[in-house]
């Protein structure tokens, strides 16, 4: 591409050049995700992707798209951007693992008001990070330079993935029965939901981010907030690999307890939850007691520690959480489904 360049366009505030320099830089990254069945390299016109459906009786590909939302006005405040992208991957992959399909590729579109190169690429490092933690591959993505839409140093970022599920084996929430028994996955903090009410409660445009907080466990409240959306891909996927039986799992996100658990519910049926049994990340603590909110709404919109959350039969449990731990998942009993027609109930 070393004839295009307009000094025309550029004049109007996009600069084509840049976006080339940008491919170039994150090309190290994306070579990092590759695996089997990837055909083509970033820079066509499609991602290609030759899935190896061998084995399956009745293929199903399952698909997921989110952004990372407000939290991204925190990665700018804190000018890093290289953990932003996993958030992304996250918030895509863990959704579609809820179905039990095993995600195969991931593309990522990144909406800038100024093209730098450089922080082009450290987004798409995080977007390959996640890709890389997920097992799947970045086969391509966009990215759009919006002048006069965007300020210079805001950006957006969105995506989606494709996973593969033998329809014999989607996990749908069906098979779930009275005495199934709710294992709850930790999560790494806020994730990336809420963070409207995050930024309002702690007035973040001046908060101070970089100080570390004892009650934060030494964490600055910046490092606390921006830490990573947990990937729970490869933990799933070793239980459905090992032979446990998943009824049903809710990946907990915006809505928090309240919207998603029951998602993963036939009509008829409640999650009845031990609070007690829950770790509760000091960042929500600390979210609940400065912005005096009260318990029904943090359940209601953060995922209060536990990220995701499966159901599986009673004589299964101890092997998932042994199965789950060993992957480096913590991992318990966080309650147990009855017959009832509540949804949700905290005790």
């Not at 061998?54 to 804190?78: C, H, N």
């Not at 318990?295 to 990220?307: A, I, K, L, R, V």
Request: glycine share 14%; aromatic share 6%.
């Amino acid at each position: 591409m070393e004839n295009s360049h307009s000094a025309s366009y550029a004049a109007a505030g996009v600069d084509i050049e840049a976006g080339y320099k940008g491919v170039q830089l994150m090309k190290k990254h994306v070579a990092r995700t590759m695996i089997p069945g990837v055909v083509s390299g970033i820079g066509g016109f499609g991602g290609l992707f030759a899935p190896d459906l061998s084995g399956m009786k009745e293929p199903v590909f399952v698909s997921g798209t989110d952004g990372v939302g407000t939290k991204i006005r925190l990665a700018q405040l804190m000018d890093r951007h290289d953990t932003i992208g996993i958030d992304c991957v996250a918030m895509c992959v863990n959704d579609i693992i809820c179905c039990g399909a095993r995600p195969l590729f991931f593309l990522d579109y990144i909406a800038i008001g100024k093209n730098e190169p450089e922080k082009v690429a450290a987004i798409v490092s995080g977007v390959a990070e996640g890709c890389v933690q997920s097992g799947c591959a970045l086969i391509g993505g966009e990215t759009a330079e919006h002048p006069g839409l965007m300020a210079p140093e805001d950006y957006d970022l969105a995506g989606f993935a494709v996973g593969v599920v033998d329809r014999e084996k989607i996990i749908d929430g069906s098979r779930v029965s009275g005495g199934d028994v709710l294992i709850g996955l930790t999560s790494s903090g806020v994730h990336s939901n809420g963070f409207s009410l995050v930024r309002k409660v702690f007035d973040i445009e001046h908060a101070d981010l970089t100080t570390p907080m004892d009650e934060l466990e030494g964490k600055s409240l910046g490092e606390a907030l921006l830490a990573p959306t947990k990937l729970y891909v490869k933990a799933v996927l070793a239980l459905i690999d090992g032979g446990i039986d998943l009824h049903g799992a809710s990946h907990i996100t915006g809505g928090g307890f309240y919207e998603n658990i029951p998602r993963c519910l036939p009509k008829g049926m409640t999650a009845k939850i031990d609070k007690s049994a829950l770790w509760i990340d000091p960042i929500f603590r600390m979210i609940q007691r400065l912005g005096n909110i009260p318990e029904h709404d943090m359940f209601n919109t953060f995922n209060m520690g536990t990220g995701m959350v499966l159901v599986v039969a009673k004589e299964d449990v101890d092997k998932a959480v042994a199965a789950l731990n060993s992957e480096g998942q913590g991992a318990k009993v966080i309650g147990d489904v009855v017959a009832e027609d509540i949804g949700v109930e905290l005790l």
